[in-house]
């Protein structure tokens, strides 16, 4: 069975700090995606990457950073100089077949 | 605009009233799904569908009936509702996962908020 666990429940930062967000997963299968969702107050869910089990590469956005590490099931996602518009919950996900997502983390962000 | 829209987007219902969600999506997706998220449990899969008249159990299927008659609905059909069914609820769609090498993104509907009394 596939699991995803985000140990951070909620994190407080003030705007222009950088914050990681954990991820954790795992599973069985050999090829699988990961992927991250923003959940802003509005309530919808947003999608910010998808990132497949072949590929370690970091990857950045903007303000926004993956860390992919196989080795220890980790895929951390960090907001640098953080503003208060990414104040959401943000979910991380496993999918090999079905999609499997982890707990969220609720962050702050304060002026 | 590609998109996954919800019918009703909030819900006051009492125990035992039956209701449809609606789901519908305009990017002729094969696979779409339902979710309930409750705090702290994140999202939780009830039921998917590959494809018309396809449909299988998630993690979280009892209390939830669904149907794929055409390709671009998806229902959700809570037959005699309960309190524990109050949730947020959302429908997903996308291109069937494992072609093309893996899964893919799946595109969520805005959400729909049930309130069981």
């Known amino acids: 069975a596939q699991k995803v666990t985000q140990a951070q429940t909620e994190i407080s930062v003030v705007e222009k700090e950088d914050v990681t967000l954990d991820c954790v997963y795992e599973t069985r299968d050999t090829t699988y995606y990961l992927f991250w969702y923003k959940q802003p107050p509005s309530g919808e869910l947003v999608f910010l990457i998808r990132?497949?089990?072949?590929?370690?590469q970091n990857e950045i956005s903007g303000r926004y950073s993956w860390n992919f590490q196989k080795s220890t099931s980790s895929f951390n996602f960090t907001i640098t100089a953080s503003q208060v518009v990414d104040s959401a919950v943000y979910f991380c996900a496993l999918s090999g077949f079905l999609l499997t997502f982890g707990g969220g983390t609720r962050l702050m962000v304060k002026p | 605009e590609a998109q996954v829209t919800q019918n009703p987007r909030y819900l006051i219902t009492v125990t035992g009233k039956k209701l449809t969600v609606t789901c519908s999506q305009n990017m002729n997706h094969e696979y779409m799904s339902w979710y309930r998220q409750d705090p702290g449990l994140g999202l939780r899969q009830i039921y998917y569908s590959m494809n018309v008249e396809v449909t299988d159990k998630g993690d979280v299927p009892e209390g939830y009936k669904v149907s794929r008659k055409e390709k671009r609905n998806f229902p959700l059909i809570l037959e005699s509702p309960s309190p524990n069914q109050t949730s947020l609820y959302f429908c997903?769609?996308?291109?069937?996962?494992?072609?093309?090498?893996?899964?893919?993104?799946?595109?969520f509907g805005p959400g729909t908020r049930l309130l069981v009394l």
């Open positions: 990132r497949n089990s072949f590929d370690e």
């Open positions: 997903a769609s996308s291109p069937v996962p494992g072609l093309a090498g893996g899964a893919e993104t799946q595109y």
